[in-house]
């Protein structure tokens, strides 16, 4: 007996080659987009990599090196007595620390004790907290450089790095929605146990708290690279400079070397890349735990 097939049927090999040609489709479209978003990168690539003298700016634009390969000018970029890159880049990298160190042992501890702790006032605490973000940094710049400038610290790291030690709304805000996730039961299994508060929240708590922590680390690290109007303010010295300000120093309006100035944006791109490759899963999984619990 044949079976009757109804009308519109199609073969189960054509709905796979659909679905193949669908999925083809789909990828050459987000190859295509990669490579209009990478296009920028691969023209400074390729004046990085000029010698002087070359032209720069050609037309039609030169997206990838083809003629020239001069890589002393990064050697140059990093090493170039009158613009240390290298230096500049191991300042930025001290204040990091600080801060790293300052805003994860101030915003964690604030953070448990909204979290974790039970005590009077602690949701009007919080909310003032929380309205202390709408205060924009710059009506703070003039009374905290003046106030900085009287303690002596003016020409130093110290106003970069010791405001950290005094925690970060958004960072205890954050640290604190990731805290509440955490089952009290543990806390209770801790105090049977005869562990203190300050006991739980530095072998337990803590410990769970790894992937915020990793995006309060990763948002560090962005904030302190790239910031100029701070290191500006308060840095004197070229040899204690940021690389943002070496980076903006390169960018001269007489006899501007494009070839060394492209290196150094080069390097000044790929520490962040680095880190959040190799941070992604804990800052994708920090970012999307944060605000299950209100």
Same mark, same amino acid.
């Given at each position: 007996?044949?079976?009757? /097939?109804?009308?519109?049927?199609?073969?189960?090999?054509?709905? $796979?080659?659909?679905?193949?040609?669908?999925?083809?489709?789909?990828?050459?479209?987000?190859?295509?987009?990669?490579?209009?978003?990478?296009?920028?990168?691969?023209? +400074?690539?390729?004046?990085?990599?000029?010698?002087?003298?070359?032209?720069? #700016?050609?037309?039609?634009?030169?997206?990838?090196?083809?003629?020239?390969?001069?890589?002393?000018?990064?050697?140059?970029?990093?090493?170039?007595?009158?613009?240390?890159?290298?230096?500049?880049?191991?300042?930025?990298?001290?204040?990091?620390?600080?801060?790293?160190?300052?805003?994860?042992?101030?915003?964690?501890?604030?953070?448990?004790?909204?979290? /974790? +702790?039970?005590?009077?006032?602690?949701?009007?605490? #919080?909310?003032?907290?929380?309205?202390? +973000?709408?205060?924009?940094?710059?009506?703070?710049?003039?009374?905290? #450089?003046?106030?900085?400038?009287?303690?002596?610290?003016?020409?130093?790291?110290?106003?970069?790095?010791?405001?950290?030690?005094?925690?970060?709304?958004? #960072?205890?805000?954050?640290? $604190?929605?990731?805290?509440?996730?955490?089952? $009290?039961?543990?806390?209770?299994?801790?105090?049977?146990?005869?562990?203190?508060?300050?006991?739980?929240?530095?072998?337990?708590?803590?410990?769970?708290?790894?992937?915020?922590?990793?995006?309060?680390?990763?948002?560090?690290?962005?904030?302190?690279?790239?910031?100029?109007?701070?290191?500006?303010?308060?840095?004197?010295?070229?040899?204690?400079?940021?690389?943002?300000?070496?980076?903006?120093?390169?960018?001269?309006?007489?006899?501007?070397?494009?070839?060394?100035?492209?290196?150094?944006?080069?390097?000044?791109?790929?520490?962040?890349?680095?880190?959040?490759?190799?941070?992604?899963?804990?800052?994708?999984?920090?970012?999307?735990?944060?605000?299950?619990?209100?």
């Amino acid at each position: 007996m044949q079976l009757v /097939r109804p009308r519109g049927y199609l073969p189960s090999y054509v709905y $796979r080659g659909i679905k193949v040609i669908t999925i083809a489709i789909e990828y050459l479209v987000l190859i295509a987009l990669c490579g209009f978003v990478l296009m920028p990168i691969g023209w +400074m690539f390729t004046v990085s990599l000029k010698p002087e003298g070359v032209p720069v #700016f050609t037309i039609p634009p030169e997206w990838f090196p083809t003629r020239y390969w001069e890589w002393s000018n990064f050697v140059e970029a990093l090493l170039t007595p009158t613009r240390p890159f290298l230096t500049y880049t191991l300042n930025t990298l001290v204040i990091f620390s600080g801060n790293v160190i300052g805003s994860l042992f101030s915003c964690s501890l604030v953070s448990f004790a909204f979290a /974790r +702790m039970r005590f009077r006032g602690s949701a009007w605490w #919080f909310n003032f907290l929380i309205i202390t +973000m709408l205060i924009p940094w710059q009506v703070l710049m003039i009374p905290q #450089f003046l106030m900085f400038h009287k303690l002596g610290w003016y020409g130093t790291y110290l106003p970069l790095i010791v405001p950290a030690f005094f925690g970060n709304a958004f #960072f205890i805000f954050l640290i $604190r929605q990731y805290m509440r996730t955490i089952p $009290r039961e543990l806390d209770d299994a801790a105090r049977i146990d005869g562990c203190n508060y300050l006991q739980i929240y530095w072998h337990i708590i803590l410990p769970l708290c790894v992937p915020v922590l990793t995006v309060v680390v990763v948002f560090l690290f962005l904030g302190s690279w790239g910031d100029l109007l701070g290191p500006l303010i308060y840095l004197d010295n070229n040899k204690k400079f940021t690389v943002a300000i070496g980076l903006a120093n390169f960018a001269t309006r007489a006899n501007p070397n494009n070839n060394q100035l492209m290196a150094a944006n080069l390097i000044m791109m790929l520490p962040p890349m680095l880190i959040y490759f190799f941070a992604q899963d804990k800052l994708i999984g920090g970012i999307s735990s944060v605000g299950l619990k209100g």
